[in-house]
């Protein structure tokens, strides 16, 4: 069975919904309050696990009770998680996000993700070894992130690097993953001096630049191609990104081409902004399957 191991983020949500977003100093009534669990790698592996693809999680959270409800979804969510390590002495991850007329703020609290001492254990870097596609983010410690790229082009296993949030990249790193998933926002970060069309023609078939409500965009090593996105009313684009990420993923893995690749993604991100919550809106593959007819191309049972 194919397999992805995620290595990043696990985190719970604290989200307030707005009619009038906050300037600096300034306290303003809100609509709503929800908690939804989260983090960018446990939002890419409950997308994945939800597809019907086999994932593992590898992360920490922390000594609360907030970690064992993190680990208790996972499981729910088809997500194996033996790997993910209890810290002490840290809280578990959060993010406090506000929700404004459809769009979102997210700020972002790492806690226990920044605190992963075991990644070089045994257990781990079997996971790793026995994976056929690597997925990673930048809710984690940069070091890591080089450490785990560096493994994975040594043992010729796949990483799919979903750089978010923004951060300055080493355009050798770059070179090593397979997959580079930027938005708009962080491409601009890491090829400040490039225009997407020139960055993509140096990075075919690597890197995918995505859009938001346009699509996304690649180039197949002879041209441009853009994938245009599902035109649906959004509810909640929060983990957008990341329903994209998990189903591209999962897609790649089962052998799908690059474009269809990408445009399952584009359906199950879709499908995602409909509801709200991160990974309370992620379709599970009849979701897929009833918008969409894929079972010819997509067959897991």
């Given at each position: 069975?194919?397999?992805?191991?995620?290595?990043?983020?696990?985190?719970?949500?604290?989200?307030?919904?707005?009619?009038?977003?906050?300037?600096?100093?300034?306290?303003?009534?809100?609509?709503?309050?929800?908690?939804?669990?989260?983090?960018?790698?446990?939002?890419?592996?409950?997308?994945?696990?939800?597809?019907?693809?086999?994932?593992?999680?590898?992360?920490?959270?922390?000594?609360?009770?907030?970690?064992?409800?993190?680990?208790?979804?996972?499981?729910?969510?088809?997500?194996?998680?033996?790997?993910?390590?209890?810290?002490?002495?840290?809280?578990?991850?959060?993010?406090?996000?506000?929700?404004?007329?459809?769009?979102?703020?997210?700020?972002?609290?790492?806690?226990?993700?920044?605190?992963?001492?075991?990644?070089?254990?045994?257990?781990?870097?079997?996971?790793?070894?026995?994976?056929?596609?690597?997925?990673?983010?930048?809710?984690?410690?940069?070091?890591?992130?080089?450490?785990?790229?560096?493994?994975?082009?040594?043992?010729?296993?796949?990483?799919?690097?979903?750089?978010?949030?923004?951060?300055?990249?080493?355009?050798?790193?770059?070179?090593?993953?397979?997959y580079l998933t930027p938005n708009e926002k962080e491409f601009q970060d890491i090829f400040p001096e490039l225009s997407i069309s020139e960055a993509l023609e140096k990075y075919?078939?690597?890197?995918?630049?995505?859009?938001?409500?346009?699509g996304v965009i690649y180039h197949d090593g002879q041209r441009e191609v853009m994938v245009p996105a599902y035109r649906v009313k959004p509810i909640d684009t929060t983990g957008?990104?990341?329903?994209?990420?998990?189903?591209?993923?999962?897609?790649?893995?089962?052998?799908?081409?690059?474009?269809?690749?990408?445009?399952?993604?584009?359906?199950?991100?879709?499908?995602?902004?409909?509801?709200?919550?991160?990974?309370?809106?992620?379709?599970?593959?009849?979701?897929?399957?009833?918008?969409?007819?894929?079972?010819?191309?997509?067959?897991?049972?």
């Amino acid at each position: 069975m194919n397999k992805i191991t995620v290595i990043g983020s696990i985190s719970t949500d604290f989200v307030a919904t707005t009619a009038v977003r906050p300037e600096m100093g300034e306290t303003v009534e809100g609509e709503n309050f929800e908690r939804y669990f989260g983090g960018k790698g446990a939002n890419q592996a409950v997308a994945i696990g939800r597809l019907g693809g086999h994932v593992e999680m590898i992360g920490a959270v922390g000594d609360d009770s907030f970690g064992s409800e993190l680990l208790s979804n996972l499981q729910d969510n088809h997500v194996l998680n033996e790997n993910v390590e209890w810290v002490t002495g840290f809280p578990s991850g959060a993010a406090i996000i506000t929700l404004h007329k459809n769009d979102n703020a997210i700020i972002y609290v790492a806690g226990a993700n920044n605190q992963m001492p075991h990644l070089k254990s045994d257990a781990v870097l079997d996971a790793i070894k026995q994976s056929n596609l690597v997925i990673i983010q930048n809710e984690m410690p940069q070091s890591q992130i080089d450490q785990i790229i560096d493994y994975c082009q040594a043992n010729a296993i796949k990483v799919l690097y979903n750089p978010a949030p923004a951060r300055k990249l080493d355009r050798q790193l770059i070179e090593k993953v397979t997959y580079l998933t930027p938005n708009e926002k962080e491409f601009q970060d890491i090829f400040p001096e490039l225009s997407i069309s020139e960055a993509l023609e140096k990075y075919p078939n690597k890197l995918f630049v995505t859009l938001g409500a346009k699509g996304v965009i690649y180039h197949d090593g002879q041209r441009e191609v853009m994938v245009p996105a599902y035109r649906v009313k959004p509810i909640d684009t929060t983990g957008a990104g990341d329903t994209f990420n998990g189903a591209f993923a999962a897609a790649i893995v089962k052998g799908m081409s690059i474009e269809d690749s990408v445009k399952f993604g584009n359906l199950a991100a879709s499908l995602s902004i409909q509801k709200f919550d991160a990974q309370g809106g992620m379709p599970t593959l009849e979701e897929m399957e009833e918008s969409l007819n894929y079972e010819k191309e997509w067959h897991i049972k």
